[in-house]
């Protein structure tokens, strides 16, 4: 059984920053992408960020590309999203994610197959 746990989310004025991470247990999860989505109230979830196991294939938004970064420390099992220069449309639910297929990362919701419970972030403006 996969857990995903994910921690970080708060309220924050406009212009700051946050880290999220996410700690997955249950499994090995080595050649597995991981990932982070997101969804705001009203609207369909949707992609952040993604980083394949060697951390070689990084993905990002349009909307987050340049104020957003994804790490991952495979020996700890954990993925980081490190959130700066943070706007009001960017408050959601932050969600992470297992990749699907051995070796593959993508970036749609179907390529992931365990997800965390999500943590809220607050954006101020």
């Known amino acids: 059984q996969v857990q995903l746990v994910e921690s970080g989310g708060g309220l924050v004025q406009a212009g700051g920053s946050l880290r999220l991470s996410c700690a997955a247990s249950?499994?090995?999860?080595?050649?597995?992408?991981m990932g982070w989505f997101r969804q705001a109230p009203g609207k369909e979830r949707e992609f952040v960020a993604a980083?394949?196991?060697?951390?070689?294939?990084?993905y990002y938004a349009d909307s987050v590309k340049g104020r957003f970064t994804v790490s991952r420390d495979n020996a700890k099992n954990t993925i980081y999203l490190q959130m700066n220069s943070l706007k009001p449309e960017d408050t959601a639910v932050y969600y992470c994610?297992?990749?699907?297929?051995?070796?593959?990362?993508?970036?749609?919701?179907?390529?992931?197959?365990?997800w965390g419970q999500g943590t809220q972030v607050t954006v101020s403006s």
């Open positions: 994610a297992l990749g699907r297929t051995y070796g593959y990362t993508g970036q749609r919701q179907a390529d992931f197959g365990s």
């Open positions: 249950g499994r090995t999860f080595s050649n597995y992408a």
């Open positions: 980083i394949s196991w060697s951390n070689v294939r990084i």
